[in-house]
T-cell receptor
Framework: SQELEQSPQSLIVQEGKNLTINCTSS?????LYWYKQKYGEGLIFLMM?????EEKSHEKITAKLDEKKQQSSLHITASQPSHAGIYLC???????????FGTGTRLKVLA | DGGITQSPKYLFRKEGQNVTLSCEQN?????MYWYRQDPGQGLRLIYY???????QKGDIAEGYSVSREKKESFPLTVTSAQKNPTAFYLC????????????FGPGTRLTVT
């Protein structure tokens, strides 16, 4: 079955540093979604990418989808303690209503 | 405020008992989903429903059952047949467009002993 690989699994950075999280699929993605989760809580939708080469930004977070629509990256500029949490990528499978998710990247930002 | 509610936040049950988790949304979304989240395994799809009175099995439906009698509600029953029911359960909904993002509830942590 189609899977999403996320890397790294965990990340500890000093406040103010930039960081990147990657999400890779072996197949073309129908739509790529980034979510943030605080431990023990639900997922908060961040951004959606659909077209190859697409890039979106919200505040200090930028997400990109490569031209082949098989890899996405999430970049945080000048990280803050409020960015801490678990970041998950999700994707549609072949135009159906089913989604698949990566295993998540746990981010800790040291003040 | 529009959103998805799940109740209760924490649930404890004895082995052999069925338990029902509640999920309600007032976003007017057609599609609703149930996921199970375990440490290190990401989210796994249990059931999903695209329309009232219709639902499909996800990847790990064994030991679970659902109903979709109302657009707003999609309760999940964890039966005694589920071998490892202790987990964090998340409900989500989306518009009936293939490109739509999902909106998630706060989750229910079920512990079965």
């Amino acid at each position: 079955s189609q899977e999403l690989e996320q890397s790294p699994q965990s990340l500890i950075v000093q406040e103010g540093k930039n960081l990147t999280i990657n999400c890779t699929s072996s197949k073309t993605l129908y739509g790529l979604y980034w979510y943030k989760q605080k431990y023990g809580e639900g997922l908060i939708f961040l951004m959606m990418l659909q077209k190859g080469g697409e890039e979106k930004s919200h505040e200090k977070i930028t997400a990109k989808l490569d031209e082949k629509k098989q890899q996405s990256s999430l970049h945080i500029t000048a990280s803050q303690p409020s960015h801490a949490g678990i970041y998950l990528c999700g994707a549609r499978t072949s135009g159906t209503y089913k989604y698949i998710f990566g295993t998540g990247t746990r981010l800790k930002v040291l003040a | 405020d529009g959103g998805i509610t799940q109740s209760p936040k924490y649930l404890f049950r004895k082995e052999g008992q069925n338990v029902t988790l509640s999920c309600e949304q007032n976003l007017n979304h057609d599609a609703m989903y149930w996921y199970r989240q375990d440490p290190g395994q990401g989210l796994r799809l249990i059931y999903y429903s695209q329309i009232v009175n219709d639902f499909q099995k996800g990847d790990i439906a064994e030991g679970y059952s659902v109903s979709r009698e109302k657009k707003e509600s999609f309760p999940l029953t964890v039966t005694s047949a589920q071998k490892n029911p202790t987990a964090f359960y998340l409900c989500a909904s989306s518009m009936e467009r293939v490109t739509s993002e999902q909106y998630f509830g706060p989750g229910t942590r079920l512990t079965v002993t």
